[in-house]
């Protein structure tokens, strides 16, 4: 099989790419969760071939889509898709984690999704590792742009537990796991790349 195409995937991963080689670590392990298509961790291993790169996702149909890139592609530094819900504790990660990159989701979830990446990514992670989401936002309870305010009430539309989740909401709930926001990067099409960083010790946190 041959994996899935999103247009959307195939836009946004060379911005993406650009934000990640800035923040992700030298060495390491990156688990990528709710990876979808498999577009986004085949350009991401083939650039950054000195990381370990873990995809995931929650969809059979997804996973399936993930293994047919890599089977084309046969990268090295990319292990098979993990079947994984951020909600399910522990997460099935059999290696030390150093990054964790999830592409929106959060907006495509219930809101318990978010708190549940962040208690996770504070068990999973090392000291000073990166939780890296992109995604549309508000801030300060406003949209950013006509298209994100759109694009929220089709998602409301589709499942009430669903919508562009407030930044400072975001950033409060990783502060509670023992997270730092680094940065926040402006990105095409109305987008934004968040940044965070594990505090030492964090494992005590929240």
């Not at 986004?40 to 890139?69: K, M, N, Y």
């Not at 098979?80 to 099935?92: G, H, I, K, N, T």
């Not at 965070?196 to 964090?202: D, L």
Request: proline share 8%.
């Amino acid at each position: 099989m041959t994996g899935l195409f999103a247009p959307a995937a195939e836009r946004n991963k060379g911005p993406i790419l650009d934000v990640l080689q800035r923040f992700l670590p030298p060495v390491g392990a990156v688990l990528e969760i709710a990876s979808g298509t498999g577009q986004h961790v085949v350009h991401f291993a083939r650039r950054l071939e000195h990381l370990t790169w873990i995809p995931s996702d929650v969809s059979a149909d997804a996973r399936r889509s993930i293994q047919g890139w890599l089977s084309a592609e046969r990268l090295p530094n990319v292990r098979a898709p993990l079947e994984l819900d951020v909600r399910d504790r522990p997460w099935p990660v059999d290696i030390d984690l150093n990054a964790i990159v999830c592409i929106n989701l959060i907006h495509i979830a219930p809101w318990s999704v978010t708190p549940a990446l962040f208690a996770g990514a504070r068990d999973e992670l090392a000291d000073q590792g990166v939780v890296y989401l992109y995604g549309p936002y508000k801030q300060q309870g406003r949209h950013t742009a006509p298209s994100n305010e759109a694009f929220d009430r089709s998602l409301r539309a589709q499942d009430p537990d669903w919508g562009v989740r407030n930044l400072e909401d975001v950033v409060e709930t990783a502060r509670t796991a023992g997270f730092d926001h680094v940065e926040a990067v402006n990105m095409p099409a109305n987008n934004l790349s968040l940044i965070f960083r594990k505090r030492p010790h964090a494992q005590n946190a929240g």
